[in-house]
Structures are given as C-alpha cells and as structure tokens.
C-alpha cells in the first residue's frame, strides 16, 4: 500500500476521520500484526470484536484505526457503519491508483495451485503479489490488494 493520510482513507471509504490526519503506511486486522504506522482495522468476529484491541493495535504502533461508529479510540481513527464494507472500498480505492495487471484465479477447485503456478511463472518477469496461502474471502482479497507494494506489476489474487 502507498502511504496514504487518514483523512484520504476517509474519503475512499466514505468515513469520518477524528484526531490527526497521520500517515498510514499498511494496513492490518489482527492487532498482533500491527507495524508502526499501520491502519488497524477492528472487524467483528463470531467470537469477539475487533473493536476490543484497539489499544493493543495503537501499543503496537498503530498510526489509526479504522472503526465501527460509536467505538472507544485511544487515537486517530476512521469511523464508519461497517469495517467490512469499508476493508473493500480501501481495497478497490487502492485497485484503482494502481497500475499493475491483475490475474484473477476463480472456480471450485485448484485455485491456490494455479495461483501460486501463476505468480511463479510471472516472478521470473515481472515484480508479483500473489496473496498467501488461500486468502480469498472478504477479507483476505483486500488485504493481498492492500499488501501490494507500489512497486508492483502484477498481482496475482
């Protein structure tokens, strides 16, 4: 992900930025996996909600949050109705400012085969973001989006 302003993340997914508008540098919705100056994205679970490790998200070095509406943040942080439906609308803002081709790997059954076969044929070319493992849901094929460096020619999903 290139570096984008809190208050550009905002906009892309048609939310209210509160605090600082900071630099976000990656994005990350597992707060174990915050690097400084990321965005944390609190999803809900079937469990528990993201919305609880908000401040192990900024402990981490979270640069803001990205939040459902009415959420306690110790920082600056994006609200908005749906973390979810705004994890899409990030990615596809990021889709659209990016110039690489992308290759899109569907069907039943051999996807994350063909994936990985695919990005390895194109790596030896060109410089390729394939997602890991078999992220292919709604959260997973944003985050290989978001994951992409700028510098990326192909992207593989």
């Keep these: ?7 550009e993340v905002a906009r892309a997914v048609g939310g209210l930025p509160i605090g600082a508008d900071v ?3 990656s994005v ?6 915050v690097r400084p ?3 944390f994205v609190a999803m809900p679970g079937a469990h528990t909600d993201g919305g609880l490790f908000v401040p192990e998200a900024f402990a981490f070095g979270a640069a803001a949050a990205l939040v459902r509406d009415g959420t306690d943040v110790p920082g600056p942080a994006v609200f908005v109705r749906s973390t979810g439906d705004a994890l899409l609308k ?3 803002f990021e889709r659209r400012r990016s110039d690489a081709t992308v290759i899109a790997v569907t069907g039943a059954n051999g996807k994350t085969s063909t994936k990985d076969l695919t990005a390895a044929v194109l790596g030896q070319r060109m410089r390729t973001h394939a997602n890991v493992a078999s992220f292919n849901n709604e959260v997973g094929l944003p985050m290989t989006i978001l994951d992409a460096p700028p510098t990326t020619e192909a992207l593989v999903c």
């Design 28 to 33: 990350a919705t597992d707060s174990r996996l």
């Design 37 to 39: 100056g990321a965005l």
């Design 1 to 7: 992900m290139k570096g984008r302003t809190l208050h």
């Design 23 to 25: 630099e976000v540098t």
């Design 90 to 92: 990030l990615a596809a």
